[in-house]
């Protein structure tokens, strides 16, 4: 079952604060990640594994999801391939102990905002979370302006 920050941080506009998923099935590793996130300000959704993230309910807007590479079951890279043949927008943030260069490589091609190595420095990884919501933010407004389009076309 997911671990859920269940305060809610808002901002004075009462505009909830940015929502960063962690899938790790290294449960220290993953408290840890989350401790520092949540130090930064963020909400934080914790899952031991792909499936269990796969099957909760997950918002895309104003989010970015921090993902381990090798994971018992389905792993990060395959979690990653899922995600982008659903057109889920999700940015993805590798964070991993162990991982080979094609990997890496692997990652970054099919849209990793970034691959970082355990144990991560706080500042790799605020700016990696700050990069991965401004390319969220980007996206949601491409779609956004998409549909105003569409429908303004339409009239």
């Known amino acids: 079952m997911p671990k859920v920050n269940q305060y809610r941080l808002k901002r004075e506009n009462g505009i909830d604060e940015p929502l960063v998923?962690?899938?790790d099935d290294d449960d220290s590793m993953r408290n840890s990640i989350q401790r520092l996130v949540r130090s930064?300000?963020?909400?934080?959704?914790?899952?031991?594994?792909?499936?269990?993230?796969l099957n909760s309910p997950h918002d895309e807007d104003r989010a970015c999801l921090l993902l381990?590479?090798?994971?018992?079951?389905?792993?990060?890279l395959d979690l990653q391939r899922l995600l982008s043949q659903s057109r889920n927008r999700l940015p993805i943030i590798f964070v991993t102990g162990h991982a080979k260069d094609v990997e890496k490589s692997r990652a970054l091609r099919a849209g990793a905002v970034a691959f970082l190595h355990k144990p991560v420095s706080p500042e790799k990884l605020i700016?990696?979370?700050?990069?991965?919501?401004?390319r969220n933010w980007q996206d949601l407004?491409?779609?956004?302006?998409?549909h105003v389009n569409q429908i303004s076309s339409s009239n």
């Open 141 to 146: 407004s491409k779609a956004a302006n998409g």
């Open 21 to 23: 998923f962690i899938v």
């Open 40 to 53: 930064f300000g963020f909400r934080t959704a914790s899952f031991s594994s792909a499936r269990d993230f």
């Open 68 to 76: 381990d590479v090798r994971m018992p079951g389905m792993d990060g």
């Open 127 to 134: 700016s990696a979370i700050k990069a991965a919501l401004r």
